[in-house]
């Protein structure tokens, strides 16, 4: 029981944690949406450059050696095109980036109404607690996933939202983990 009690706590603090990022990650949306995307696209375009630069100079730097089995060139230059195609095509990241945040809500929400399913199960109250926050969440993953021309303003705020209701959740969590034992 003592092994479960560990699984559940850890489990509750690690959902804590990523709802925390979450609610950051919304907070920084709402206050410079713009400028945050492009950051984070030249960043992760630049990390494809020089990691496709490192695999091009390395695949002539080993030439001769496993040449067979040596696909550091085609690597290298995939990479640098990638990280090209990441710098000058920003707005459509911002699209991609939308549809995973809207993807990780929805499956957060699933988890979430899965788990009140067990809480009711075990004669809980507080599975209606969970069941509603659940729903909420879903609803916010619906919303950032199928609104193409949501502005990233408001995928902050769906975030925040969602980030908070899955605070509140975890807590509840945590806070019945001895009812859940017995």
Known sequence: MEYL???????????????IIFAIIGLVLIINPNAIIRIISLVLGLMFILVGGYKTINYFVN??????????????IIAIVLGLVTIIYCREITALFRILIGLWIIYSAVIRFSLSVKLKTLGTDAWKYSLILS????????????????I????????LVYAIIDIVESIIFLANIKDIES
Not at 5 to 19: D, E, I, N, P, R
Not at 135 to 147: D, P, S
């Open 5 to 19: 009690s560990k699984f559940l706590k850890k489990t509750g603090a690690s959902s804590l944690v990523s709802s």
């Open 63 to 76: 030439k001769g050696n496993y040449d067979l089995y040596n696909y550091d060139l085609a690597f290298g």
């Open 135 to 150: 729903i909420i969440m879903l609803i916010c993953g619906l919303y950032v996933l199928f609104t193409t021309d949501i």
């Open 152 to 159: 990233v303003v408001a995928i902050g705020v769906v975030i």
